[in-house]
């Protein structure tokens, strides 16, 4: 299983970024994925994830309003949209698979892991 994060940088707040996962290694449109972020000094925590049945989304409360997950299977690829975003939001972001269709915000439901790609969201 392998997921490769892109697509972060610098912003402003109030300004968007849109980050890509590109999975392999596993029969993609069988697992969910979802998004997690780490910011220094804090523990890692669950943003947004996608079940692969129905693409049923789900997001946390923080987020909620301002950043959309997707999925394209034919392209294995799960993208986050994130408008409106926060200096709270400066994280290292990773994508993440369930090895289940079963879309959690529960960071030990997931054994398989990205790199991350650090966002960083200026005052």
């Known amino acids: 299983v392998q997921l490769v994060e892109s697509g972060g940088g610098l912003v402003q707040a109030g300004g968007s970024l849109r980050l890509s996962c590109a999975a392999s290694?596993?029969?993609?449109?069988?697992?969910?994925i979802g998004w997690f972020r780490q910011a220094p000094g804090k523990e890692r925590e669950g943003v947004s994830c996608?079940?692969?049945?129905?693409?049923?989304?789900y997001y946390a409360d923080f987020v909620k309003g301002r950043f959309t997950i997707s999925r394209c299977d034919a392209k294995n690829m799960v993208y986050l949209q994130m408008n409106r975003l926060e200096p709270e939001g400066t994280a290292v972001y990773y994508c993440?698979?369930?090895?289940?269709?079963?879309?959690?915000?529960?960071?030990?439901?997931?054994?398989?892991w990205g790199q991350g790609t650090q966002v960083t969201v200026s005052s």
């Open positions: 996608i079940s692969s049945s129905d693409g049923s989304t």
């Open positions: 290694g596993f029969t993609f449109d069988d697992y969910a």
């Open positions: 993440a698979a369930p090895g289940s269709n079963i879309a959690t915000l529960t960071i030990n439901d997931y054994p398989y």
